[in-house]
């Protein structure tokens, strides 16, 4: 809860890949809130009224994972809904003149998005969605310390470059700094 809620005034990005590890460490352990208090939150080194407001956090985390049925796997609207905003941002900017690195750099980058597709096996996904699971998936794999392509890093480093850029973006639209001609 503290990292996320600086995480989503900082970096829109950081924020969503953060709060979908949180969702697989929810799942993890296996939706029992004694046991994130056991593993989880000492993570956190808070103690007191901030460790309870963390528990809280984790609680409803889990009661709208049960009740949007995303158990196995998916994501909660909440987080749905920063993909939904990002992909109005997203076209809005490439719909913008003023915008030209913008849509150069979504352009560089939209290979690696369709080739990421081919490989999804049919499951549908936006391309920023798209975006995100690649990012998310390779942190899982250094995570889990295995090797990674040059080709597949390649990928990720543009991604990840796209995905920064639009997440500046957000956070200047939020400040009420971009002006986009709509």
Same mark, same amino acid.
């Given at each position: 809860?503290?990292?996320?809620?600086?995480?989503?005034?900082?970096?829109?990005?950081?924020?969503?890949?953060?709060?979908?590890?949180?969702?697989?460490?929810?799942?993890?352990?296996?939706?029992?809130?004694?046991?994130?208090?056991?593993?989880?939150?000492p993570g956190y080194g808070q103690s007191g009224e901030v460790r309870e407001e963390i528990t809280r956090w984790y609680e409803?985390?889990?009661?709208?994972?049960?009740?949007?049925?995303?158990?196995?796997?998916?994501?909660?609207?909440?987080?749905?809904?920063? @993909?939904?905003? $990002?992909?109005?941002?997203?076209?809005?900017?490439?719909? =913008?003149?003023? +915008?030209?690195?913008?849509? %150069?750099? &979504?352009?560089?980058?939209?290979?690696? @998005?369709?080739? $990421?597709?081919?490989?999804?096996?049919?499951?549908?996904? =936006?391309?920023? +969605?798209?975006?995100?699971? %690649?990012? &998310?998936?390779?942190?899982?794999?250094?995570?889990?310390?295995?090797?990674?392509?040059?080709?597949?890093?390649?990928?990720?480093?543009?991604?990840?470059?796209?995905? %920064?850029?639009?997440?500046?973006?957000?956070?200047?639209?939020?400040?009420?700094?971009?002006?986009?001609?709509?």
């Amino acid at each position: 809860m503290i990292i996320a809620r600086r995480k989503k005034e900082e970096n829109i990005a950081e924020y969503l890949l953060y709060m979908w590890q949180v969702e697989d460490i929810i799942r993890a352990n296996h939706f029992d809130i004694n046991a994130i208090r056991q593993t989880v939150i000492p993570g956190y080194g808070q103690s007191g009224e901030v460790r309870e407001e963390i528990t809280r956090w984790y609680e409803e985390l889990i009661e709208m994972m049960r009740a949007e049925g995303v158990m196995e796997k998916g994501h909660i609207q909440l987080n749905r809904n920063v @993909i939904i905003t $990002l992909t109005d941002l997203h076209l809005r900017l490439l719909k =913008s003149p003023e +915008e030209m690195i913008y849509e %150069a750099a &979504y352009y560089k980058t939209l290979p690696y @998005i369709v080739q $990421l597709r081919s490989k999804s096996g049919g499951e549908e996904m =936006s391309e920023l +969605e798209t975006c995100f699971t %690649a990012v &998310y998936g390779y942190l899982m794999l250094r995570m889990q310390h295995k090797e990674v392509s040059s080709g597949t890093m390649e990928g990720i480093k543009q991604i990840s470059l796209f995905l %920064a850029l639009l997440s500046g973006k957000y956070r200047a639209d939020l400040k009420g700094e971009l002006h986009l001609d709509d």
